[in-house]
């Protein structure tokens, strides 16, 4: 299932010239769209948790595609399975209230980069990304990195499940973002201050459901597990205020069209 993705940019996408389904259909956009509620972490160090709406987007116009979990990507290069192109993402930010008060506050970001994708069957893939976040106040901000593997396979009463294993990196300043914390901050909020490297950040694990309710409704639903590695699960944040293990579930309602 799509991760969270900014209501601006499903509104957006629904209102540009004032399209209904069936004329998005006409102009070559396919997919589904739907709109849900969310349970996950507040942020990456997992002090708390958030219930959120979320908007679900699975979209294709061509070589372009949108979705909640890789963003808006274009397939410039396709050849026996193998696609590769630019995305733009949306990584949310933090706000350092609650346990996290004394820590800076972490805006909205967006991240630009490359993907590289081999899927020689609709209901498998392997992918490497790499990206940029941009955005972001001062010292924030950074390299990321993905690798993972997707498998989709059916249930019964048309119901398809797919997998997702996944292994995130990041440089050493997109860690210190989120995991790291400066004297001043040490000060301020009562957490032990401390300055990460780059390197693995964490492994998710999301088990993903679509189950037809009728017509060209479905519900989809998506449970994470997200295990903190490296210099991210040895932040003093995560081990005074957060938790290296966390978990992440979603469920709404999308129209097929």
């Given at each position: ?8 940019l ?7 010239g ?5 004329a998005?259909?006409?102009e070559?956009?396919t ?6 509620i969310?349970y996950?972490?507040?942020?990456p160090s ?6 959120v709406p979320?908007?679900?987007l ?41 346990d996290?008060r ?7 970001m ?7 994708q ?13 990206g ?43 860690t ?7 004297a ?5 909020s ?5 300055k ?14 679509a189950?037809?309710?009728?017509g060209?409704?479905s ?5 994470s ?5 490296g210099?991210a ?17 979603q469920?709404a ?5």
């Open positions: 299932m799509a991760r969270s993705t900014p209501t601006l499903l509104a957006a996408l629904l209102a540009l004032g399209w209904s389904s069936g998005l259909a006409e070559g956009l997919g589904q769209v739907g709109l849900g969310g996950q972490p507040h942020d997992g002090s708390r948790y958030d219930t979320v908007p679900y699975d979209l294709d116009w061509g070589d372009v595609s949108l979705s909640g979990d890789d963003g808006l990507t274009w397939d410039a290069f396709k050849d026996n399975g193998f696609t590769a192109g630019p995305f733009i993402n949306y990584l949310p930010g933090r706000n350092s209230d609650g996290l004394g820590l800076r506050n972490v805006p909205d967006g991240e630009i980069g490359g993907y590289v081999y899927s020689p069957a609709d209901f498998w893939r392997v992918f490497v990304q790499l940029s976040a941009v955005g972001g106040g001062n010292g924030q901000g950074g390299l990321l990195g993905k690798v993972g593997g997707e498998l989709g396979y059916p249930l019964g009463m048309g119901i398809i499940g797919s997998s997702n294993l996944s292994a995130h990196f990041a440089d050493a300043r997109q210190r973002t989120f995991f790291g914390v400066t001043e901050e040490a000060q301020a009562g957490i032990g201050q401390y990460p490297g780059g390197g693995m950040q964490n492994f998710t694990l999301t088990q993903n459901f189950i037809p309710l009728g060209n409704w519900l989809m639903t998506s449970a597990w997200i295990r903190l590695v210099n699960a040895d932040s003093s944040i995560v081990r005074e205020r957060g938790d290296k293990s966390q978990g992440e579930v469920t309602i999308s129209y097929k069209f």
